[in-house]
């Protein structure tokens, strides 16, 4: 049995997958569990039941990482920052010599400022859930969290010198265009916020898997929005 202090939970490895970095090719690990429960996460089998997934230990990543041809490894969840083994899975990764990206959805602060302090990400992508208010998470993560720690782990990489990247699902029924528009107004200071949709399989809460998508040309008109914002052109009123 391994020992969760020393070796994270990795249930999915990918030495190679499209377009999964800034539209470039990246290995991908994959960790699991969860402290939130989105509705759309599209992550179930790893948030739910990763007893079914192979396992892959941290020698094992490293030695596929060592063959994959991709520059960038893109660290995943699940939830990485949950474990307090991160960060040996973070320096075996970063002996291989590549880029690694971390995503993690900022309910662990004081991980966030270890990595920063010891330099064990290139990336940061933080996914921010809602605008910063208990009500709006509490309804787009699945379980209450407290938004300080949310405010905490942005000033963290805000001071740890770390690139980073805010992105937010945008999923109609869960998050509307003035909740997005929102949270834009509170993190303009940290920089630009990202906005993708959700997938309508494989999703976390089954009642979610009948969310209708959010249309591209929608998405493209609220990206332009949010981009206003952040450019100090907020033409926007509720």
Same mark, same amino acid.
């Given at each position: 049995?391994?020992?969760?202090?020393?070796?994270?939970?990795?249930? #999915?490895? %990918?030495?190679?997958?499209?377009?999964?970095?800034?539209?470039?090719? *990246?290995?991908?690990?994959? /960790?699991?569990?969860?402290?939130?429960?989105?509705?759309?996460?599209?992550?179930?089998?790893?948030?739910? *039941?990763?007893?079914?997934?192979?396992?892959?230990?941290?020698?094992?990543?490293?030695?596929?990482?060592?063959?994959?041809?991709?520059? $960038?490894?893109?660290?995943?969840?699940? &939830?990485?920052?949950? %474990?307090?083994?991160? +960060?040996?899975?973070?320096?075996?990764?970063?002996? =291989?010599?590549?880029?690694?990206?971390?995503? $993690?959805?900022? =309910?662990?602060? @004081?991980?966030?400022?270890?990595?920063?302090?010891?330099?064990? *990400?290139? %990336?940061?992508?933080?996914? /921010?859930?809602? +605008?910063? @208010?208990?009500?709006?998470?509490?309804?787009?993560?699945?379980?209450?969290? +407290?938004?300080?720690?949310?405010?905490?782990?942005?000033?963290?990489?805000?001071?740890?010198?770390?690139?980073?990247?805010?992105?937010? $699902?945008?999923?109609?029924?869960?998050?509307?265009?003035?909740?997005?528009?929102?949270?834009?107004?509170?993190?303009?200071?940290?920089?630009?916020? =990202? /906005?993708?949709? %959700?997938?309508?399989?494989?999703?976390?809460?089954?009642?979610?898997?009948?969310?209708?998508?959010?249309? &591209?040309? &929608?998405?493209?008109?609220?990206?332009?929005?949010?981009?206003?914002?952040?450019? #100090?052109?907020?033409?926007?009123?509720?």
């Amino acid at each position: 049995m391994t020992d969760p202090l020393r070796e994270p939970p990795v249930r #999915g490895f %990918h030495a190679v997958a499209p377009d999964r970095w800034q539209g470039r090719p *990246a290995a991908v690990v994959e /960790l699991a569990y969860c402290n939130l429960r989105c509705p759309w996460c599209d992550a179930r089998a790893l948030v739910l *039941a990763p007893g079914r997934l192979p396992a892959w230990s941290i020698s094992q990543v490293k030695e596929g990482l060592f063959a994959s041809p991709a520059d $960038t490894v893109v660290v995943t969840g699940g &939830e990485p920052s949950m %474990h307090r083994a991160l +960060p040996l899975l973070l320096l075996a990764l970063k002996e =291989t010599g590549k880029q690694i990206i971390l995503e $993690t959805n900022g =309910t662990q602060p @004081d991980m966030l400022r270890l990595l920063g302090a010891r330099g064990l *990400a290139s %990336h940061v992508v933080l996914s /921010l859930k809602a +605008p910063l @208010d208990e009500e709006s998470w509490e309804r787009a993560a699945g379980v209450y969290v +407290p938004v300080e720690i949310i405010r905490e782990s942005l000033a963290a990489l805000k001071e740890s010198g770390l690139p980073f990247t805010l992105s937010c $699902t945008v999923a109609p029924g869960i998050l509307s265009k003035e909740d997005v528009l929102r949270l834009a107004r509170e993190v303009r200071e940290f920089g630009p916020l =990202t /906005l993708t949709g %959700h997938r309508t399989d494989g999703v976390l809460d089954p009642d979610a898997a009948g969310l209708e998508a959010i249309g &591209e040309r &929608e998405l493209a008109n609220l990206r332009k929005d949010v981009a206003a914002i952040f450019a #100090g052109v907020d033409n926007y009123t509720e």
